[in-house]
């Protein structure tokens, strides 16, 4: 029986019963008029989690990074961030068009950015070179696996940046919280300004929430309306966000656990790779492989959709629509792979 296991990204999730049930009830207003009641509460409850004065409800994760820049910068400003960050390299230069800011890109590659990195690129104001507005990190760091940042990491980074706000794309900041024990405030005691998202992991079917000081979240109410953010009766969508933070974080452990499992499967074999399956502690297993693209087509014909993010860099994503035999599955795929395929 041929089965199909998407592994491509938690992007894919579908809204839950509960969320679905929810949605239909819904009690919604005008979020222009500051008027839907379950979009004030879900923004309520994220800044209470966080806690921070104020949090707003957006479309996208993209558009959350958007806002924060314009937020914290202003143009010709530099942003220190991780190369491979989503912020840098997954939003089409949207950074650069919307706020005209640019980045000093950091090396990444375990997905925390050293502490002397940043502080040298401060520093080099000194030298001419520009001033450093906004320091910007991503928790859990997708393209090194989800790496979550450790909270002791966050709070020497934020220590050592005096007035130069820290802002964290926390997409994936539940599935940091599920793998380290750190709770979502204690994270975000350090940030000046963070988001979340709702669809991925925890999947609600659109939105994330971006939190910080009731100034600055003022500020993001202007530049969402700008960006063409202010939704409508946006309390549908609202209503499974609420159902997402109430009832879907723990169950990422679920996630994490398979993608383990995975890891390990998919470093044995592939030791061509130098996977380290023990660098896999959320859902996202990725690696380089020479053939990447051609290993993600040739699983994709035998049922096993994953995905690529770089030229020679391959990625599989767990999430609420992978279960233990899909795991299964694609152990008895990926184990039985042709053998010289796998040295292609
Ligand atoms: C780390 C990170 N930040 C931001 C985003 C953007 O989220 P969205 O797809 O909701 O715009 C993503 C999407 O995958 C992401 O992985």
């Known amino acids: 029986m041929h089965r199909e296991v998407d592994l491509r990204s938690d992007t894919v999730t579908q809204p839950t019963p ?3 049930d929810a949605m239909a009830a819904a009690t919604v207003g ?16 994220f800044a209470a989690m966080v806690g921070k004065e104020k949090a707003v409800f957006v479309p996208s994760g993209v558009m959350a990074n958007q806002i924060a820049v314009r937020v914290l910068t202003k143009p010709g400003d530099l942003i220190l961030a991780g190369r491979r960050q989503h912020v840098v390299s997954f939003e089409m230069g949207a950074s650069a068009r919307n706020s005209s ?44 696996g989800g790496t979550p940042w450790e909270l002791d990491d966050v709070r020497a980074l934020k220590d050592a940046l005096g ?9 994936r900041l539940f599935n940091a919280v599920v ?13 000046d300004v963070l988001m979340a ?46 159902v997402a933070l109430d009832t879907m974080i723990d169950r990422l452990a679920e996630d994490h656990e398979r993608a383990r499992t995975l890891a390990h499967v998919f470093a044995d074999a592939f030791p061509e790779s ?43 994503v767990t999430h609420s629509g992978v279960n233990d035999d899909d795991v299964d ?4 795929v990926v184990g039985n792979l042709d053998f010289s395929f796998s040295h292609a």
């Open 18 to 20: 509960a969320m679905r």
């Open 30 to 45: 005008d979020v222009g008029y500051d008027e839907d009641p379950t979009v004030n509460e879900l923004e309520s409850r």
């Open 101 to 144: 800011v640019q980045f000093l890109t950091l090396d990444d590659t375990h997905g925390v950015l050293e502490l002397r990195d940043v502080l040298d690129s401060i520093d080099a104001e000194l030298d001419h070179q520009p001033h450093v507005a906004l320091v910007a990190i991503e928790n859990t760091h997708m393209p090194s």
């Open 163 to 171: 007035e130069v706000p820290l802002y964290m794309d926390g997409a």
């Open 179 to 191: 793998a380290t024990g750190t709770s979502a405030l204690e994270y975000a005691e350090s940030a």
């Open 197 to 242: 998202c709702l669809s991925k992991g925890l999947c609600a079917p659109v939105g994330s929430l971006l939190a910080g000081s009731r100034r600055a979240m003022t500020a993001a109410t202007v530049e969402r309306k700008r960006l063409g953010g202010t939704m409508r009766q946006a309390g549908f969508l609202a209503a499974a966000g609420l």
């Open 274 to 316: 130098n996977y380290d399956p023990l660098t896999c502690r959320t859902n996202i297993v990725t690696f380089d492989h020479p053939e990447a693209r051609k290993l993600v087509a040739h699983l994709e014909e035998l049922g096993v959709r994953g995905g690529t993010v770089a030229p020679r860099r391959v990625r599989f």
């Open 329 to 332: 599955y694609v152990t008895d």
